[in-house]
Protein backbone atom coordinates (compact mmCIF):
# COMPACT_ATOMS: atom_id res chain seq x y z
CA UNK A 1 0.00 0.00 0.00
CA UNK A 2 0.92 3.50 -0.89
CA UNK A 3 1.26 5.44 2.60
CA UNK A 4 0.81 8.43 0.83
CA UNK A 5 -2.24 7.62 -1.00
CA UNK A 6 -4.12 5.35 1.37
CA UNK A 7 -2.76 6.02 5.25
CA UNK A 8 -4.05 9.18 6.20
CA UNK A 9 -8.08 9.34 4.90
CA UNK A 10 -9.42 12.22 6.49
CA UNK A 11 -12.87 12.72 6.75
CA UNK A 12 -14.34 14.59 3.50
CA UNK A 13 -17.80 16.75 3.46
CA UNK A 14 -19.83 17.72 0.79
CA UNK A 15 -23.03 19.90 0.44
CA UNK A 16 -25.96 17.82 -1.90
CA UNK A 17 -27.94 19.93 -4.07
CA UNK A 18 -31.34 19.32 -5.84
CA UNK A 19 -31.88 18.64 -9.64
CA UNK A 20 -33.70 21.73 -10.64
CA UNK A 21 -36.42 19.77 -12.43
CA UNK A 22 -37.23 18.42 -9.56
CA UNK A 23 -37.47 21.64 -7.15
CA UNK A 24 -38.13 20.60 -3.25
CA UNK A 25 -40.28 23.08 -1.62
CA UNK A 26 -39.24 22.42 1.43
CA UNK A 27 -36.55 24.00 3.54
CA UNK A 28 -33.87 21.26 3.72
CA UNK A 29 -30.47 20.92 3.64
CA UNK A 30 -28.78 17.47 2.38
CA UNK A 31 -24.91 16.89 3.73
CA UNK A 32 -23.05 13.79 3.58
CA UNK A 33 -19.34 13.12 5.13
CA UNK A 34 -17.02 10.09 4.49
CA UNK A 35 -13.80 8.92 5.83
CA UNK A 36 -12.19 5.24 5.64
CA UNK A 37 -11.12 3.83 8.44
CA UNK A 38 -9.27 0.07 9.51
CA UNK A 39 -12.51 -2.73 10.27
CA UNK A 40 -12.33 -5.76 11.04
CA UNK A 41 -8.53 -6.20 9.39
CA UNK A 42 -9.41 -5.01 6.91
CA UNK A 43 -10.72 -0.96 5.58
CA UNK A 44 -14.39 0.35 6.14
CA UNK A 45 -15.64 3.19 3.97
CA UNK A 46 -18.27 5.24 6.46
CA UNK A 47 -20.93 7.37 4.96
CA UNK A 48 -22.54 9.55 7.31
CA UNK A 49 -25.83 11.09 5.80
CA UNK A 50 -27.07 14.08 7.64
CA UNK A 51 -30.90 15.89 6.64
CA UNK A 52 -31.84 19.17 8.69
CA UNK A 53 -34.54 21.68 8.16
CA UNK A 54 -38.00 20.24 7.95
CA UNK A 55 -37.23 17.25 8.43
CA UNK A 56 -41.02 15.99 9.62
CA UNK A 57 -41.94 16.89 5.49
CA UNK A 58 -40.12 13.67 4.17
CA UNK A 59 -41.80 10.00 4.31
CA UNK A 60 -38.75 8.22 6.34
CA UNK A 61 -39.60 4.56 5.91
CA UNK A 62 -40.00 2.90 9.59
CA UNK A 63 -36.84 1.57 10.85
CA UNK A 64 -37.04 -2.43 10.01
CA UNK A 65 -34.75 -5.75 10.03
CA UNK A 66 -31.67 -4.95 7.82
CA UNK A 67 -31.92 -7.06 4.57
CA UNK A 68 -31.52 -6.93 1.13
CA UNK A 69 -34.21 -5.06 -1.02
CA UNK A 70 -34.58 -4.06 -4.78
CA UNK A 71 -36.77 -1.00 -5.59
CA UNK A 72 -35.53 1.38 -2.78
CA UNK A 73 -34.58 4.56 -4.84
CA UNK A 74 -38.30 4.90 -5.61
CA UNK A 75 -38.65 6.59 -1.72
CA UNK A 76 -36.20 8.48 0.30
CA UNK A 77 -33.05 6.69 -0.41
CA UNK A 78 -29.32 7.49 0.10
CA UNK A 79 -26.84 6.11 -2.40
CA UNK A 80 -23.25 5.93 -3.20
CA UNK A 81 -21.92 5.40 -6.74
CA UNK A 82 -17.81 3.96 -7.36
CA UNK A 83 -16.12 3.23 -10.46
CA UNK A 84 -14.06 0.41 -10.88
CA UNK A 85 -10.59 0.84 -11.87
CA UNK A 86 -9.26 1.08 -15.67
CA UNK A 87 -13.31 -0.86 -16.69
CA UNK A 88 -17.10 1.23 -17.55
CA UNK A 89 -17.65 -1.20 -14.68
CA UNK A 90 -18.97 0.43 -11.40
CA UNK A 91 -21.11 0.02 -7.97
CA UNK A 92 -24.24 0.86 -6.62
CA UNK A 93 -25.29 1.09 -3.15
CA UNK A 94 -28.20 1.95 -2.13
CA UNK A 95 -29.26 3.06 2.00
CA UNK A 96 -32.69 3.15 2.81
CA UNK A 97 -33.75 5.01 6.28
CA UNK A 98 -35.58 1.36 7.01
CA UNK A 99 -31.79 0.26 7.64
CA UNK A 100 -32.38 -1.97 4.20
CA UNK A 101 -29.85 -1.94 1.31
CA UNK A 102 -28.85 -2.73 -1.97
CA UNK A 103 -25.52 -3.11 -3.14
CA UNK A 104 -25.21 -3.60 -7.52
CA UNK A 105 -22.83 -4.19 -9.89
CA UNK A 106 -22.63 -2.57 -13.19
CA UNK A 107 -20.54 -3.66 -16.05
CA UNK A 108 -20.95 -0.59 -18.13
CA UNK A 109 -23.65 3.03 -17.84
CA UNK A 110 -27.10 0.85 -16.54
CA UNK A 111 -26.24 -2.74 -17.14
CA UNK A 112 -26.44 -4.12 -14.36
CA UNK A 113 -25.19 -7.62 -12.83
CA UNK A 114 -27.83 -10.33 -11.80
CA UNK A 115 -28.78 -10.32 -8.55
CA UNK A 116 -26.88 -8.38 -5.52
CA UNK A 117 -23.38 -8.42 -4.27
CA UNK A 118 -22.66 -10.89 -1.14
CA UNK A 119 -20.74 -7.95 0.55
CA UNK A 120 -23.71 -6.53 2.81
CA UNK A 121 -23.34 -2.84 4.21
CA UNK A 122 -24.14 -1.60 7.76
CA UNK A 123 -26.87 0.21 7.66
CA UNK A 124 -28.33 2.62 10.74
CA UNK A 125 -31.05 5.10 11.20
CA UNK A 126 -32.87 7.19 13.11
CA UNK A 127 -35.82 5.86 14.77
CA UNK A 128 -37.56 9.03 14.37
CA UNK A 129 -37.82 12.76 11.92
CA UNK A 130 -35.57 14.43 14.17
CA UNK A 131 -33.13 17.43 12.83
CA UNK A 132 -30.67 16.64 11.80
CA UNK A 133 -32.07 13.02 10.68
CA UNK A 134 -28.89 10.79 10.23
CA UNK A 135 -28.11 7.62 8.27
CA UNK A 136 -24.97 6.05 8.78
CA UNK A 137 -23.64 3.08 6.23
CA UNK A 138 -20.25 0.98 6.72
CA UNK A 139 -19.04 -0.33 3.59
CA UNK A 140 -16.34 -3.05 3.12
CA UNK A 141 -13.47 -1.68 0.74
CA UNK A 142 -9.62 -1.98 -0.42
CA UNK A 143 -7.05 0.47 -1.44
CA UNK A 144 -6.12 0.70 -4.62
CA UNK A 145 -2.64 -0.21 -5.94
CA UNK A 146 -0.48 3.10 -5.98
CA UNK A 147 0.07 2.88 -10.10
CA UNK A 148 -3.64 3.20 -10.12
CA UNK A 149 -5.54 6.67 -10.94
CA UNK A 150 -8.29 6.86 -7.89
CA UNK A 151 -11.80 6.05 -8.71
CA UNK A 152 -14.60 7.93 -9.13
CA UNK A 153 -17.17 8.19 -6.12
CA UNK A 154 -20.88 10.21 -6.03
CA UNK A 155 -22.74 10.54 -2.90
CA UNK A 156 -26.15 11.28 -4.24
CA UNK A 157 -29.92 11.27 -2.25
CA UNK A 158 -33.25 10.95 -3.30
CA UNK A 159 -36.05 12.71 -1.30
CA UNK A 160 -39.63 11.64 -0.87
CA UNK A 161 -41.86 14.82 0.71
CA UNK A 162 -44.52 14.10 2.47
CA UNK A 163 -47.22 14.81 -0.74
CA UNK A 164 -44.95 11.88 -2.32
CA UNK A 165 -42.54 14.13 -4.82
CA UNK A 166 -39.86 13.16 -5.82
CA UNK A 167 -36.48 15.02 -5.33
CA UNK A 168 -32.88 14.20 -6.57
CA UNK A 169 -29.53 15.17 -4.60
CA UNK A 170 -25.97 15.38 -6.18
CA UNK A 171 -22.71 17.40 -5.98
CA UNK A 172 -23.03 17.80 -9.73
CA UNK A 173 -25.96 17.69 -12.15
CA UNK A 174 -24.06 17.35 -15.72
CA UNK A 175 -27.75 16.40 -16.96
CA UNK A 176 -31.02 18.34 -17.89
CA UNK A 177 -33.18 15.06 -15.87
CA UNK A 178 -31.58 13.63 -12.53
CA UNK A 179 -29.40 10.67 -14.31
CA UNK A 180 -27.31 9.13 -11.28
CA UNK A 181 -25.80 7.02 -13.72
CA UNK A 182 -23.69 9.25 -15.66
CA UNK A 183 -20.04 9.80 -14.76
CA UNK A 184 -19.79 13.18 -15.61
CA UNK A 185 -21.55 13.85 -12.17
CA UNK A 186 -18.95 11.75 -10.18
CA UNK A 187 -16.69 14.32 -8.85
CA UNK A 188 -14.87 12.85 -5.63
CA UNK A 189 -11.88 10.75 -6.21
CA UNK A 190 -11.72 7.62 -4.19
CA UNK A 191 -8.34 6.33 -3.34
CA UNK A 192 -10.56 2.81 -2.60
CA UNK A 193 -12.19 -0.40 -4.44
CA UNK A 194 -15.43 -1.19 -3.03
CA UNK A 195 -15.21 -4.85 -1.69
Avoid at 182 to 188: C, D, I, L, Y
Amino acid sequence: MNPAKHAASPQNQIDLVCHPATPCTAPIAVQVQWAVAPSDGGWALQLIYALSGDVHRFRLPAVTASGAADGLWAHTCFEAFVSEPGSAAYRELNFSPSTQWAHYRFTEERVRAQGFVDRAPLVSAQASAQDPWVLVATVAVTPLAPNVPDNLFAPTAVLESDDGQLSYWAAKHPSAKPDFHTRAGWAMPLAWSIA
